[in-house]
Nanobody
Framework: QVQLVESGGGLVQAGESLRLSCAASGRTASTYHMGWFRQAPGKERGFVAAISWSGSTTYYADFVKGRFTISRDKAKNTVYLQMNSLNAEDTAVYYC????????????????WGQGTQVTVSS
């Protein structure tokens, strides 16, 4: 099993940046593929970005368009989501997702979730 704790959310102005963190704990935490999903009010939870356990492979949703970057620090068992050029449409609760066997992506959800962190972008 793995436990996930997100942090780094907050209120920012349009055009600004935020970096989200997801700290994973558990004996085998470093072997999990990790992803970020988000859910805006009244909408379904959707895929944002993901990274393989080794960090060698990354996936992004089309709407990211080069604005977001996912990375991981294996020594700290932490995955980051650097979000630049934020706009009001990025307002959502961002969730960390993990899976041992498959990299989370659209339609492929991992087994473990964090509690979420709120990102609010004012225009």
């Amino acid at each position: 099993q793995v436990q996930l704790v997100e942090s780094g959310g907050g209120l920012v102005q349009a055009g600004e940046s935020l970096r989200l963190s997801c700290a994973a704990s558990g004996r085998t935490a470093s072997t999990y593929h990790m992803g970020w999903f988000r859910q805006a009010p009244g909408k379904e939870r959707g895929f944002v970005a993901a990274i393989s356990w080794s960090g060698s492979t990354t996936y992004y949703a089309d709407f990211v368009k080069g604005r977001f970057t996912i990375s991981r620090d294996k020594a700290k068992n932490t995955v980051y989501l650097q979000m630049n050029s934020l706009n009001a449409e990025d307002t959502a609760v961002y969730y960390c997702n993990a899976d041992r066997g498959t990299v989370p992506r659209a339609g492929i959800l991992g087994d473990y979730w964090g509690q979420g962190t709120q990102v609010t972008v004012s225009s």
